[in-house]
């Protein structure tokens, strides 16, 4: 991987693939260190999670789903609003910025949350939060990268954030190990992470433009492009998979119940997928660009079809527990950032934050009914029938899936790469 910190119009960091080095501009690592230390954060609360409200809470599997629901999904509620508004004012960082404080108040906030009403604020604030960064982070992403190298230059931003997702549950299983139960000191180390990915924000990513001056879009050109035909049918495709997309959460519960491996080092399942999602980001990126985003993103469906069947299985060992965390993190790695990347050329230039919302609510909520369905159906059957069913509506879904997004990427609007250049120093 090439890096470099420069910006400039016409830069060695934007050079093409025809020459001979391909590099990723320090605007998006500069970003992925923001999520690095972000992810270390997030993921320490994360990974406790499940068990500290199943087991110290008292939450029955319903109750989880519901809340599950709301950590995937109720960022929805500000996506739109957080891409329209970095697109509009070409402030992306600041949007962002704003986002990113909103999240790191919210780990400081668990401390005295201790019933079901007071968890689900927290967990709320906590996903506008996310809700409201994500889109300008991935515009800003964007605008500093060649098309050519649009789908490694995610990849590398989402390694960056998976180094952090990897370091959380770490973090988080130390501290739990020199003094069980200590949740509250979980929750402030995190906040203390929270703080200084914000800094690196704040003092020094660029405040890059997504479009000329001329091309800042109103009200009526963002809605024409996010509900354009280029992006009707991938929005489509993403609802379908994602409302057959179970929570983390889930998945290592189910290990949870049947695996004592997996009861004993929970935290540490975390680790595991986002070990593989770390190995597997920037290679999956770099296949994205090659060989077409849209057949990357199905494929990677079928590595989370594979974790729920090995899921289901009634019995399990370490070896059938590190493969569902394998197929996981490769799910991630080839869908996370690629969608992203898929809908960023699928718009104009000047709307892209506001393309990439859509495509991020679409997926959001779609994952907010999976889980509320999910719960309820593991409350009236259990876990095994539930991942079977999940499996067996999937495994109908990605040829439909595959279907809506083919030739996707040849629909794209001509290149736009010379907003780079554009770009201030």
């Known amino acids: 991987m090439y890096v470099t910190l420069r910006d400039r119009p016409g830069g060695a960091g934007h050079r093409r693939a025809g020459g001979p080095l391909r590099r990723v501009s320090g605007t998006v690592v ?21 068990l500290y409200l199943t087991a110290m809470v008292g939450l029955a599997p319903i109750a989880y789903g519901v809340l599950d629901g709301l950590y995937q999904g ?5 996506r739109i ?15 962002a910025v704003a986002g990113y404080g909103a999240s790191a108040l919210s780990r400081l906030a668990m401390l005295p949350a201790a019933s079901f009403a007071a968890i689900t604020a927290v967990i709320t604030a906590d996903r506008l ?4 960064r994500t889109a300008p982070r991935d515009a800003l992403i964007a605008a500093a990268s060649p098309t050519d ?17 990897a370091l959380g549950p770490l973090v988080a299983f130390a501290l739990l190990l ?12 995190s906040f203390a992470f929270a703080v200084a990915g914000l800094a690196v924000l704040v003092l020094y990513v660029p405040d890059l433009p997504t479009a000329a001056r001329a091309d800042r879009p109103g009200p009526r050109q963002v809605f024409t492009e996010v509900t354009g035909s280029r992006l009707r049918r991938p929005l489509l495709a993403a609802a379908l998979l994602g409302v057959l997309t179970v929570g983390d959460g889930f998945l290592y519960l189910a290990l949870h119940s049947r695996d004592d491996v997996a009861a004993r080092y929970f935290p540490l399942l975390y680790v595991g997928t986002n070990i593989a999602y770390l190995a597997l980001a920037i290679p999956l990126g770099r296949l994205a660009d090659r060989v077409g985003r849209g057949r990357v993103l199905v494929a990677g469906h079928l590595a989370l079809l594979g974790g729920y069947l090995l899921a289901a299985l009634p019995g399990g060992n370490v070896g059938l527990t590190l493969a569902v965390l394998l197929l996981l993190g490769t799910f991630y790695a080839a869908t996370d ?20 919302a859509a495509a991020q609510t679409t997926v959001a ?12 159906v593991w409350g009236l059957q259990g876990p095994q029938r539930a991942m079977l069913l999940f499996a067996a509506l999937l495994a109908v879904a990605m040829p439909l899936a595959a279907w809506l997004l083919r030739d996707v990427d040849r629909s794209a609007p001509a290149s736009d790469d010379t907003l780079i250049a554009a770009a201030p120093a």
Do not use: N
């Open 81 to 95: 609003a957080g891409g329209y508004l970095g697109d509009r004012g070409q402030h992306p960082k600041w949007v």
């Open 129 to 132: 939060g996310k809700g409201l």
């Open 74 to 78: 109720v960022s929805a509620m500000v």
């Open 365 to 376: 909520l779609a994952r907010f009914a999976a889980s509320v369905l999910f719960g309820l």
């Open 30 to 50: 500069l970003l992925g260190t923001v999520s690095l230390l972000t992810d270390v954060s997030s993921e320490m609360v994360a990974s406790v999670l499940p």
């Open 178 to 189: 020199l003094v069980p139960g200590s949740y509250d000191a979980v929750f402030v180390v």
């Open 149 to 165: 190298v649009l789908g490694r230059a995610f990849g590398v931003h989402r390694a960056l954030d998976t180094v952090g997702a």
């Open 337 to 356: 950032g690629v969608l992203a990347a898929l809908v960023s050329r699928l718009v104009a230039a000047g709307a892209r934050g506001s393309g990439i």
